[in-house]
C-alpha cells in the first residue's frame, strides 16, 4: 500500500505559477505510476496529468499541455506538478493518485490511492 500526501497549493494571481508536491509512504514508490486529478466546485474528478513508474512517459490533458509538467523523484518518493502561466480555470481541488505498474488510465475509477487533496486558487 501507499499513502499520499499533497502540499503546495495556494492563491495565486492569473499568470503566476506553483508547484504542487505529493509525497508518497513505503519502499516501493518506484513502481506505482502517479496521476494528478482536480475537481473544481459541481464539477467531476478530472485527469490533469500522468507520469510511468518507470518515469519516461507522461501524459497531459489538453487544456494544461504547454503549462503544466509533471515530474517525479523516486529517491524522495515524491512527484511533483509545476504550473505555469496560471488561469482562473484552473482553480480547483488538486489531487495526486497512485497506481501499481499502471499503465495510464484517464479515469479517477482506476486509482486505488488518493491524496486528501490541495486547494488551487487563481484570481483574475
Known amino acids: 500500500q501507499v499513502q499520499l500526501v499533497e502540499s503546495g497549493g495556494g492563491l495565486v494571481q492569473a499568470g503566476g505559477s506553483l508547484r504542487l508536491s505529493c509525497a508518497a509512504s513505503?519502499?516501493?514508490?518506484?513502481?506505482?505510476?502517479m496521476v494528478w486529478f482536480r475537481q473544481a466546485p459541481g464539477k467531476e474528478r478530472e485527469f490533469v496529468a500522468f507520469i510511468h513508474w518507470r518515469g519516461d512517459a507522461t501524459n497531459y490533458d489538453d487544456p494544461v499541455k504547454g503549462r503544466f509538467t509533471i515530474s517525479r523523484d523516486n529517491a524522495k518518493n515524491t512527484v511533483y506538478l509545476q504550473m505555469n502561466s496560471l488561469k482562473p480555470e484552473d482553480t480547483a481541488v488538486y489531487y495526486c493518485a497512485a497506481k501499481l505498474y499502471g499503465l495510464g488510465s484517464i479515469r479517477p475509477r482506476d486509482y486505488s490511492y488518493w491524496g486528501q487533496g490541495t486547494q488551487v486558487t487563481v484570481s483574475s
Open positions: 513505503g519502499r516501493t514508490f518506484s513502481t506505482y505510476s
